[in-house]
């Protein structure tokens, strides 16, 4: 069965510290990686990684996706307690709907002052 | 431009009622996806409307939900009659055709009692 797993589960930091999140994922016919920052209600859009190898930033944070190792990283540097959030991964497919993702449960980071 | 938008934030109904959930897209987006986030679970997908046809409703879990979505505008999730376990987080989110990344609203809250 797909699946995707994040780690830790939770976490809490203080303010300018680095925080690296972790994705791995098990996805048949695996098409793009996706992270979302959970705040309140509405997960919001980070990054979506097709290719291995290539790091997206913006801003404090980055990602790359490893398909050979089928992992990706959220990377956040600088941590502000605006960043305190739940941080999702999902994967998508290849041969089905390009929406039926495959969500991690989460990385509630906190981030304190 | 606005977003996402589902309504209401939250319902509490009993076992074996009826309630209707809705989403309004991001105006001009053909793509339509719900999902749902069961406590202590990841967020799985549900069904995905391409304007008002099913594409893929392989994550709907029994007959006791309908997703309709006339006209191809906003959606509506019926779930009759509503049983404990559909107690959860639905969550609606749209994207333009082809695009990759998708634009989530706040969700609807429900609580079955």
């Known amino acids: 069965e797909d699946k995707v797993v994040q780690s830790p589960l939770s976490l809490v930091v203080h303010e300018g510290d680095t925080v690296t999140l972790n994705c791995s994922y098990e996805?048949?016919?695996?098409?793009?990686l996706l992270w979302y920052k959970q705040e309140k209600k509405a997960p919001t859009f980070l990054f979506m990684l097709?290719?291995?190898?290539i790091e997206k930033k913006s801003g404090r944070l980055s990602s790359i996706l490893d398909k050979k190792e089928l992992f990706s990283i959220l990377n956040i540097t600088a941590t502000q307690t605006g960043d305190s959030a739940v941080y999702l991964c999902?994967?998508?497919?290849?041969?089905?709907?390009?929406?039926?993702?495959?969500f991690g449960k989460g990385t509630k980071l906190s981030v304190k002052p | 431009e606005a977003g996402v938008t589902q309504f209401p934030s939250h319902s509490v109904i009993e076992k074996g009622q009826t309630v209707t959930l809705r989403c309004d897209p991001i105006?001009?987006?053909?793509?339509l996806y719900w999902y749902r986030r069961v406590m202590g679970k990841e967020i799985k997908f549900l069904l995905h409307?391409?304007?008002?046809?099913?594409?893929?409703e392989s994550g709907m879990p029994n007959n006791r939900f309908l997703a309709e979505r006339t006209g191809g505008t906003y959606s509506t999730l019926k779930v009759q009659p509503a049983e404990l376990e559909d107690s959860g987080v639905y969550f609606c989110?749209?994207?333009?055709?082809?695009?990759?990344?998708?634009?989530f609203g706040s969700g609807t809250r429900l609580t079955v009692v």
């Open positions: 105006s001009g987006h053909d793509n």
């Open positions: 409307f391409v304007k008002e046809s099913k594409q893929d």
């Open positions: 097709t290719s291995s190898g």
């Open positions: 989110a749209s994207s333009q055709q082809g695009a990759g990344g998708y634009t």
């Open positions: 996805v048949t016919n695996f098409r793009s």
């Open positions: 999902a994967a998508s497919r290849y041969g089905g709907s390009q929406g039926n993702l495959i």
